[in-house]
Nanobody, 115 residues
Framework: QVRLVESGGGLVQPGGSLRLSCAAS????????MAWYRQAPGKQRELVAS???????NLADSVKGRFTISRDNSNHMLYLQMISLKPEDTAVYSC?????????WGQGTQVTVSS
């Protein structure tokens, strides 16, 4: 089983930046794709960005040009660099890891964009 712990969320003004981190532990040798999802109040959870074990990335149209996903396989870390944040980016951001036996979720970290 993979354990995922997110950090780096917080309150930021519109136009500001944040960097989210996700630390993976446990049975991590089988991790393939990792991703960031977010869920705003009253809305469905949506995929923000994903990255394969070889580094291929995919980002939602709403964050292209503002968010960057990356991973450090040697240290079992996943990152989401967010710039030019907007109030509509406010949500709980969760880390996800896919292995050959299924997926694992982190507990989430709150990102609030407000003046």
């Amino acid at each position: 089983q993979v354990r995922l712990v997110e950090s780096g969320g917080g309150l930021v003004q519109p136009g500001g930046s944040l960097r989210l981190s996700c630390a993976a532990s446990g049975i991590i040798f089988g991790i393939t794709t990792m991703a960031w999802y977010r869920q705003a109040p009253g809305k469905q959870r949506e995929l923000v960005a994903s990255i394969t074990s070889s580094g291929n990335t995919n980002l939602a149209d709403s964050v292209k040009g503002r968010f960057t996903i990356s991973r450090d396989n040697s240290n079992h870390m996943l990152y989401l660099q967010m710039i030019s944040l907007k109030p509509e980016d406010t949500a709980v951001y969760s880390c996800y890891a896919l292995t050959n036996v299924g997926g694992s979720w982190g507990q989430g970290t709150q990102v609030t964009v407000s003046s």
